[in-house]
């Protein structure tokens, strides 16, 4: 299950053609861990459902973000801010990455199923910290390496 952001996500029921689309092209489309696990059953793990289905607020989530064009897909921290329990699994989030695109920003919320998670980590200053640093440390790889593509 792939979602696009600026669309309705989908319930993991509905397939993207019976799934409604918008006129706004998205930026970005979440791509679904547990289709990779159950493709990549070896070599791509992710938590268990149980652990994806009772996310709480403050908890750190990993999501792979999908972009249009030619900029690579990205693996990101999102933090749970939101639970919605009229719609079991999905939740409302904040982009906790510096991503290598224009196409989301740091702090930018993010709407996400349970489906959609790659990996999960409890809050703690530790774990932010080295968060921050990772996707400091990202963001000048990328743009020192975006310094020398064509333009």
Do not use: Q
């Amino acid at each position: 299950m792939n979602t696009p952001n600026k669309t309705p996500t989908n319930p993991p029921s509905e397939t993207p053609e019976t799934a409604s689309t918008s006129t706004l092209s998205p930026t970005y489309v979440l791509v679904s861990g547990v289709e990779r696990n159950r493709i990549f059953p070896d070599m791509f793990h992710i938590p268990p459902e149980s652990a994806r289905e009772s996310l709480r607020p403050c908890d750190l989530v990993k999501l792979w973000f999908r972009f249009p064009g030619d900029w690579p897909d990205h693996h990101m921290w999102v933090i749970v801010e939101d639970v919605r329990p009229e719609r079991p699994g999905y939740y409302y989030g904040v982009l906790f990455d510096c991503p290598v695109t224009d196409c989301i920003r740091f702090g930018e919320r993010v709407e996400f199923h349970c489906d959609h998670v790659l990996d999960i980590e409890s809050f703690s200053w530790r774990c932010w910290l080295r968060s921050l640093l990772d996707s400091v440390l990202g963001l000048v790889r990328w743009r020192r390496i975006g310094a020398y593509l064509p333009h």
